[in-house]
């Protein structure tokens, strides 16, 4: 899920920045100070989850997680995501700096919007197992799906000549999809289970 | 194994404040992402060789991260192989392709290159720690530098918290296949890892506001602005408007 350096146009990565500094600025305007150490415990959780392979098929993937980080984490997954990708950039080279606002992006507002549905869900009807299991399921797979959508979205506007290479970049992403979705159902469950209220409530803020 | 490294050394990149090595790297980058043509890339390409040569890096770490950087752009070139052999795929009469598929890889590997060198050199030559208190210096929000200080400071935790969890299912005779059971599993493993984690912020949190925590920690948010960082952050300046002036000049 991460555009390389260089990849990117000019305009494309300056306005990624641009939107991504709003969204920062309002993921720590949302922010109580005491959450402050409660983000950052699950932001180095969430960058020990981003190294997890998990075996799809004959292969393996890498586990992305947003859609949990969203419901979880609310607007704090900006400046959440934000940090984990800089250390990402900065460790391992995954993803870059110049194309870290993109990447935020594709990341975040899926996670954002599938979090806030999910909290939606919840808050009409005091649903059963299957209600709670249903809604984790949408959001983990939503999110990655959508964030595969703007994926190619990101490199078609940045050039055409990206169209292929956009569309099979999705493609993978579709198949990983389901995927996340299961294992941010199972969690979700499991969190309601031993914390009741917790995913349902809007997570830790 | 901790996976946060950096290296450590003693070249004259080494002593330069982080605040002037985070504010240098910082503005080369918008300079090499801003600046086209074959010009600026170039300028940007001989300053990144040259910062990695200040900065002493090791060899062979170099040759790894590039390798594996290049791989991924390799990655990228295959699927933009039938824009390189003019495929009807891609000149659809909607989309025009603003340039030919050769200069646009071209230039991906170029700047990915140089890029990544540029953060070798400048950043991944100081702790992660100092990192943080240098975006603090450079009055980015304080609780962004907050937020990256204290995940820094918790990864490698949770990173062995997670092998601790792993190892016991694997004592279970769990074995990871793609199938249901595997990511309820899974699932579960992870639930137990953000609880845990999730306790230990509740602790920390006690510990911080024991410590004076309102909201903010009075970090030192006044940057070590030695003659050598004053320098240095001028000189990457100027080279900035260089690559901007070649980048002109096209």
Redesign the interface.
């Known amino acids: 899920m991460h555009i ?4 990117l146009s ?1 305009a494309v ?2 306005s990624g920045w641009l939107a991504s500094a709003a969204g ?2 309002w993921g ?1 305007r949302c ?1 109580e ?2 959450a ?10 969430f ?3 981003s ?7 004959p292969g393996h993937t890498h586990l992305v ?1 947003s859609g ?1 980080a969203g419901i ?1 984490l609310g607007p704090a997954t900006f ?2 995501l ?3 990708l ?2 990402q ?3 391992f ?1 995954f993803g ?3 194309s870290l606002g993109v990447n935020l992006l594709i990341m975040a507002v899926p996670a954002v919007v599938f979090g806030f549905l999910f909290q939606g869900g919840m808050r009409r009807r005091s649903g059963g197992r299957g209600r709670l299991w249903g809604f984790a399921f949408m959001a983990g797979m939503g999110s990655v799906w959508l964030s595969a959508l703007m994926q190619a979205g990101a490199l ?1 506007a940045s ?7 956009g569309m ?2 999705a493609a993978i992403h579709a198949v990983s999809g389901p ?1 996340e979705g ?10 309601e289970e ?2 009741p209220g ?1 995913a349902k409530r809007g997570g ?1 803020r | 194994m901790s ?3 950096w290296i450590p050394g003693r070249s004259w990149i080494h002593r330069v404040t982080p605040e002037a090595r985070l504010f240098s ?1 910082l503005v080369l ?1 918008v300079a ?3 600046a ?1 043509g074959p010009w600026a890339a170039m300028g940007g390409g001989v300053l990144a060789v040259v910062l990695v040569g200040l900065a002493r890096l090791p060899l062979r770490l170099l040759g790894h ?1 590039l390798i ?2 290049n791989l ?2 390799g990655f ?1 070139a295959l ?2 192989l ?2 390189l052999c003019g495929s009807s ?2 000149e659809s009469p909607a ?7 050769f200069s ?1 890889l071209g ?10 060198m540029l ?1 070798l050199a400048l ?2 030559t100081m702790d ?1 720690m100092a ?1 943080g208190l240098a975006m603090r210096a450079l009055r980015l ?1 304080s ?2 530098a ?10 490698d ?3 062995h ?2 092998e601790r969890i792993r190892r016991a299912m694997g004592v279970r005779g769990f074995r ?3 199938d ?1 059971r ?3 599993l ?3 493993a ?6 845990r ?2 306790e ?3 602790r ?2 006690w510990a ?1 506001k024991c410590r004076g ?4 920690y009075p970090l030192s948010s006044r940057g070590r602005w030695t003659t050598d960082s004053i320098l240095f952050a001028v000189g990457s300046c100027l080279a900035a408007v260089l690559i901007f002036a070649l980048a002109w000049i096209r």
């Open positions: 390389a350096e260089g990849v000019p990565a300056a920062i600025y720590l922010m100070p005491e402050i150490p409660r983000t950052a415990m699950m932001t180095a959780a960058f020990t989850a190294l997890i392979q998990v075996p799809i098929g997680l949990l979880l400046p959440s934000a940090v984990a800089f250390l950039a900065l460790l080279q870059g700096l110049s078609l050039d055409p000549t990206f169209r292929v290479a099979t970049l995927v299961l294992i941010t159902a199972f969690t979700v469950t499991f969190l031993l914390r917790l830790i | 996976c946060l490294t790297a980058m090499l992402t801003i086209e991260v594996r950087l991924v752009l990228m699927l933009l039938p824009a795929l891609v989309v025009r392709p603003s340039g030919n598929g646009l230039r991906m590997v170029w700047k990915g290159n140089a890029m990544v953060y950043l991944a992660p990192l929000p609780r962004l907050l937020l990256y200080l204290l995940t820094v400071r918790y990864v935790l949770l990173h918290e997670w990871a296949r793609a249901r595997t990511f309820r899974y699932g579960h992870l639930g137990r890892l953000f609880l984690s999730l230990r912020a509740e920390i949190v911080m925590f309102k909201g903010h």
